[in-house]
């Protein structure tokens, strides 16, 4: 074996003490690497910063979305609310009014039958003095109080009346071949029918 003058072990030491020593080789897999960690963490930072971004955008949408959404159940829920109140407030105002119309009609029942007599027996009155003034001979069949009040506000001079109690709240007058009938209790009845309606 002979001896070798260069061992490849030592080659870079031969040119140590060179004045032009040749610059050593660049470690192109140490250097394709360290672009790659680098080029990979820049990316990593851009993709992380671009995520965010997005996220915090898509966040900023689906509050916007929330809120209108709110909104529009809010609305939904006061139309709904709105409708059942105002159903409640009618059924309330129609029961109201058919109270009120009924208590007026008890209260009122009295006095519009007062009325209804006095109006009934006042269009009698002057309907019999008329036939009485022209001579025609008239008889009253009415209650004892009606037949007292016609006996004060009718004429008493006149022998052509005639007065006879009966058993029903109804006035029958007849003068000459003409009877008038005064049917007051089918007027309270037509009066109670309709305040019932």
């Given at each position: 074996?002979r001896?070798?003058?260069?061992?490849?072990?030592?080659?870079?030491l031969?040119?140590?003490?060179?004045a032009?020593a040749?610059?050593?080789?660049?470690d192109?897999?140490?250097?394709?690497?360290?672009?790659?960690?680098?080029?990979?963490?820049?990316?990593?930072a851009?993709?992380?910063?671009?995520?965010?971004?997005?996220?915090?955008?898509?966040?900023?949408?689906?509050?916007?979305?929330?809120v209108?959404?709110?909104?529009?159940e809010?609305q939904?829920?006061?139309?709904?609310?709105?409708?059942?109140l105002?159903?409640?407030?009618?059924?309330v105002?129609?029961q109201?009014?058919?109270?009120l119309?009924?208590?007026?009609?008890?209260l009122?029942?009295?006095?519009?039958?007062?009325?209804?007599?006095?109006?009934?027996?006042?269009?009698l009155e002057?309907?019999?003095?008329?036939?009485?003034?022209?001579g025609?001979k008239?008889?009253?069949?009415?209650?004892?109080?009606?037949?007292?009040?016609?006996q004060?506000?009718?004429?008493a001079?006149?022998?052509?009346?005639?007065?006879s109690?009966?058993?029903t709240?109804?006035?029958?007058?007849?003068?000459?071949?003409t009877?008038?009938?005064?049917?007051?209790?089918?007027?309270?009845?037509?009066?109670?029918a309709?305040?019932?309606e």
């Amino acid at each position: 074996m002979r001896p070798r003058l260069h061992s490849p072990a030592f080659s870079l030491l031969a040119d140590f003490d060179r004045a032009n020593a040749p610059e050593a080789e660049p470690d192109i897999d140490a250097m394709v690497k360290a672009a790659y960690d680098d080029g990979f963490d820049k990316g990593r930072a851009e993709g992380r910063a671009e995520a965010e971004k997005d996220a915090e955008q898509l966040l900023l949408e689906a509050a916007v979305r929330h809120v209108h959404d709110l909104e529009q159940e809010k609305q939904t829920w006061q139309h709904d609310c709105a409708d059942v109140l105002a159903d409640r407030l009618q059924n309330v105002t129609e029961q109201l009014s058919r109270r009120l119309e009924e208590r007026i009609a008890v209260l009122l029942r009295p006095w519009l039958i007062d009325r209804l007599r006095e109006r009934a027996l006042s269009d009698l009155e002057k309907a019999i003095s008329r036939a009485l003034a022209e001579g025609a001979k008239v008889h009253i069949e009415a209650p004892a109080e009606i037949i007292a009040r016609l006996q004060d506000t009718l004429p008493a001079q006149s022998f052509h009346i005639g007065f006879s109690e009966s058993a029903t709240a109804d006035i029958r007058a007849h003068i000459e071949d003409t009877d008038i009938e005064v049917n007051i209790s089918a007027w309270i009845a037509d009066l109670e029918a309709a305040a019932h309606e």
